[in-house]
């Protein structure tokens, strides 16, 4: 079966730093480009960052670039995501995704609320 679970959102002020930890099993973890999606209240799921398999190339969404980063740990099938300099817009649930993409084979974690205040 396979699971991904989310860990280490939070409340943070703006200007703060969080990060996120997805857990996988249930899969080949080097088979498959992981990434992070958000969803803020009445908007769109949106793509925030991917990382290839065996932790290759990484990719940013635009509003994200430079603040966050994304790494792997395969040796523990978990994907991380540092968030710095944190602002109020990037409030939202956090989603852990393999692949890194919307489809309807897409694998998804549970969710993790990220609250940053102004």
């Known amino acids: 079966e396979v699971q991904l679970v989310e860990s280490g959102g939070g409340l943070v002020q703006a200007g703060g730093s969080l990060r996120l930890s997805c857990a996988a099993s249930?899969?080949?973890?080097?088979?498959?480009?992981i990434g992070w999606f958000r969803q803020a209240p009445g908007k769109e799921r949106e793509g925030v960052s991917c990382?290839?398999?065996?932790?290759?190339?990484?990719h940013y969404a635009d509003s994200v670039k430079g603040r966050f980063t994304i790494s792997s740990d395969n040796a523990k099938n978990t994907v991380y995501l540092q968030m710095n300099s944190l602002k109020p817009e990037d409030t939202a649930v956090y989603y852990c995704?393999?692949?890194?993409?919307?489809?309807?084979?897409?694998?998804w974690g549970q969710g993790i609320q990220v609250t940053v205040s102004s």
């Open positions: 990382i290839g398999g065996r932790g290759g190339s990484t």
């Open positions: 249930g899969f080949t973890f080097d088979d498959y480009a």
């Open positions: 995704a393999a692949p890194c993409k919307i489809t309807p084979g897409t694998y």
